[in-house]
């Protein structure tokens, strides 16, 4: 009994699968064809590395909620470059793009769906779209053929999976001419001695040639790429081939469950063969795919390891809830960082700082916030997340908080003119070491005055406005055991 209700819910598990069907499946044999014949008399250069720019479309729903994480595209860049870098592709991030649309988030088949996915391409960067859900049960992700700026040419993948070597790598691969090492046998659901016949006949259940053992049709049977293995689709959840297909000769298959075009799930590594590589340069460097080859050089500085927060303490209280300033350490190499909140009864917050730190003002009062954060640049983005910590926020507005350390402080002329300077002027009462940092409206730091000493009593310094653009800005004081907050309002 146990054996058969293990069985049963095993078979009830939907197939993973990826989402290129027959028809598309043509299109991309047609594409690669044609790219080798384009690319005959090419010449390669060796060791030069091809930066390929990506845009990663979060998708929310068209109401905003639910959207996929930056994480998502993180992992799947990760990933890509592990896996494609012996070819020379380095990808990077050309930019995160955060689109409202209930129709691809939850069925980026449907006509609607593909339809707002054609309004949303920009063609010069390839165009990975996050999603929450897919039209049909068990996709993981698919590329949509034609290739070029005239066709269509984009990746959808499940948020869930963008760090897997048979979704990202693989829709890739699809991206750039591969097709599956079983092509020809994708409506079928996979070879069974029952329905398809052992040995096999010439055809395959969707009309492609049967691919041969001993290699004699390889260049038109199958996938159309010779040194990848016979393959009449033996899909599997634990990285192994226990069958006994034989092809139209009646010679035993030794599929190759490790390439990244097959379908065989759980392996620890996968690889592309060598008439693979050669196909997707030839797809990289044919015209259709120019606008993937921008000529630009990324920043490569490797950013490894994650910060560390510095402040808030742990559990601290920030009595001002519409200005949460947070700071950690410094990483090597990263110019960018995300900061993931969380806190009870919300969606998981997002914001990506530019420097080491931030102003945060669109925080709810009083609730607890548990909060990470993780640095990276547009082409590394394998760092890990700092740990958590929790700090609270209060309920007051930032103008109405008071410090110990200071008795009153002001910011003076307020509104002020670009290219003018002001003056911080503020009454301690005790000498006091203060720094001076000044935010924009969504939070980036736009100026920071190192800590200074303070007199006991009036002081006053003079901070220039010179790097500042029209608009209003928060001016934080922070002395050791706190810190207050202001708007100042920079006039052209
Ligand atoms: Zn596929």
Known sequence: MFAIALFAAANAKAQHKCGVTAEAGKQIMEQMLENRNEMRDFVFTRGAITYVPIRFFLVAKSDGTGRTSERAGFQALCLLNQNYLDQDIQFYIKEFKYINSTSIYSNPT?????????????YNALNIFFVKEMSEEGVLGYYQPPAGPQGNDWIVALENYAGQDLVITHEVGHFFSLNHTFYGWESSGGWSEAVHGNPVGNMSPDNVPNERVNMSNCTVAGDGICDTAADYMFPSNNCSYTQNAKDPNGQLLTPDIHNFMNYVYSCTSYNFSNGQKSAISNSLFSNSRNYVRPNYSPNLSPVTGSPTIISPQQSETIATYNAVPLEWTALPGADKYLI??????QETARVIANSNSIVLTNLLPNKSYLWKVMGFNESSTCGGFSGQRIFKTGGLLSDTFTVPDVAKWSIAPNPVKAGASFFVNMEATEAVKASISIHSMTGQLVQEFPQTDFNAGEN??????????????????RTKNDFQTKRISVLH
């Open 110 to 122: 449907s006509f609607s769906g593909s339809n707002a996915i054609k309004n949303q391409m920009i």
């Open 340 to 345: 993931e909140l969380t806190t009870a009864g």
């Open 460 to 477: 006053s310094i003079e901070l220039s406005t010179n790097d500042l653009t029209a608009g209003i800005y928060f001016v934080t004081l």
